[in-house]
């Protein structure tokens, strides 16, 4: 007689295979979905890890195909589809978990962007400037914390700036004569020379050859004005030359175009919105088209103007706003924190510069902030709050009371209580106790076992000391307060007894 075989029951291997369904599909969506995430590996290893984990449980309910094997199977099967439910809800945003929000990686981005994440975030940004070669200004060199730490608690970021190139730098200049005009050009960008002017004079030296150099073999500042002269060749020679793009390259870059090719050309100005100075806008000819120096009408091109940087109403402006302002003009703003009781947090309190002040490039403009209302904070020790005054600039004055109700060290009371505003320039007064107070009797011309009991009836801390007098022995000859005197509970003094001749 042939043994029958059992199966699980129709109902278990539905469960079973939608259980599986939903494991492969939560593995795929973390693949297809959460690609471009910053949890993406996190999220991939945990879906399959579950996938393998309820491969296993079921490769081990059809092992053995008991009872007990199935209550396993479905007991992990309905636990398996409750996780990976709640997974998808979270990832479709239904259900939303609180995050840890960590600092950014800001090196090589805009302090705009920097001020902007900073204000939504509740941080004050300290900007400090610094020349670099390799990193151009208005971009991130480095950057406290760093990457990666934990927002919680935090309140500042300080972020170095680049401010482009030093101009003071000492550059060793090599003979660039008999050197190709590309060369020399090629020199001056890689070492940041800012004030190299071009003469061209015809000569029977090759075109475009260096002929003369103004500065010997030396070191210069690289803002050191340095003169190259370069020939055009014979005069009688034409050349012809394809008209280039130089549309959005500088008004330098589109000059040399048109002197080394001995083009005669015009240059208009009119300022534009959003553009730097100098910048070329439009050109009258277009590239490509064939160009020669003996042509007689000009080539025109109109360059952007630098419009004059008017300082506007920045009262109703926010930190990130004023900061993409000043960088937009090439100017260098400096934040600074206070609290305000009238001004909102991350408004304007006050700044170096007025409304309708016309500054130049590369100006600097310091803006303090308003960090909101002070608040009267709650503490327990009397250092904690001097601590906390002095890091917020609050005013204050401390006064001592005894009290025998309050501890020493303890509050008695004060002007403001917890949570309260603290308004500009108000001043927090504390009355701190002293604990109680005692007032100290005349120990003169005591004995010893009289004085002890003096101390304990007025809460003195009595010690006693002795030299040689004409006084009977044990008998109080000074005392190191004096008597009368309003001093606090357990204060120490120095009774000085007779020990005789």
Known sequence: ?????????????????????????????????????????????????????????????????????????????ILFLIFLFYQFLIHLGFIKLPTTVIMEDFYGKNITEVVSWASSHGLFVEQVYEHSDEVEAYLILRQDPPYGTLLKDLKKIKVVVSDGPDDEVITEIPDMVGWNLNQALAFIEENFLTNVEFIYEFSNQPRETIIKQSVES???????????????????????????????????EAEIFFQRNRLSYEVFYTYQEGVEEGTVL??????????????????????????????????????????????????????????????????????????????????????????????????TTIDDFRRWADENGVIYKIDYQFSDKVASGKLISSSHQTGQVIKNQESVRLVISQGGNTTVPNFLGKKKIDVEKLCKEHHLSCEFVSSSSNEEVDTVIKQSMRSGSVVPSNTSITITLSRGN
Not at 328 to 354: H, P, R, T
Request: net charge positive.
């Open 1 to 77: 007689m042939k043994q029958k075989v059992r199966m699980f029951h129709l109902g278990t291997i539905i469960l079973m295979s939608i259980t599986l369904v939903s494991c492969i599909a939560l593995f795929i969506y973390q693949i297809a979905v959460s690609l471009n995430q910053v949890n993406f590996w996190e999220g991939m290893i945990l879906s399959l890890f579950l996938l393998i984990v309820y491969l296993a449980v079921i490769a081990l309910g059809m092992r053995f195909l008991d009872k007990k094997s199935e209550i396993l199977v479905i007991f992990v099967s």
């Open 218 to 252: 030396s070191e210069i500042k690289r803002n050191e004005k340095m003169c190259l002269t370069v020939s055009l060749g014979l005069a009688s020679e034409v050349v012809e030359t394809r008209m280039e793009d130089l549309v959005g390259k500088s008004l330098k």
């Open 282 to 379: 439009s050109q009258s000819v277009d590239k490509g088209f064939l160009v020669r120096s003996s042509d007689t009408k000009k080539i025109s091109i109109t360059v952007s103007e630098k419009d004059k940087i008017t300082v506007p109403d920045m009262k109703n402006m926010s930190a990130s706003e004023i900061t993409n302002w000043a960088t937009n003009n090439k100017l260098k703003v400096f934040f600074e924190e206070e609290y305000d009781d009238s001004i909102a947090k991350g408004k304007m309190i006050s700044s170096s510069v007025s409304k309708g002040e016309v500054l130049k490039p590369e100006a600097e403009i310091k803006i303090v902030l308003s960090k909101g209302k002070l608040i009267m904070i709650s503490f």
